[in-house]
């Protein structure tokens, strides 16, 4: 059985960064480990202009892109 780990919204930070919307993995430390090591780089290196939500289902991540609520 195989994990994935997807990136919803790409914005041009995750693109120029060379992103790939979805890596599968053979085991679920493995996805786990990559889903919160790219969590961390996204919320350090990219332009603030976004937030990064992470959720697992089933052994598989999904970090979403979104616009950041300003407030």
Do not use: W
Not at 11 to 24: A, I, L, N, W, Y
Not at 40 to 56: D, E
């Amino acid at each position: 059985m195989g994990y994935r780990l997807e990136v919803k919204n790409g914005c041009s930070c995750f693109k120029r960064d060379g992103g790939v919307d979805t890596q599968s993995f053979d085991s679920a430390q493995d996805v786990k480990e990559e889903a919160e090591a790219l969590l961390q780089r996204m919320q350090k290196n990219y332009c603030k202009k976004h937030q990064f939500v992470l959720s697992s289902m089933g052994g598989n991540y999904t970090i979403t892109i979104q616009p950041r609520v300003a407030g």
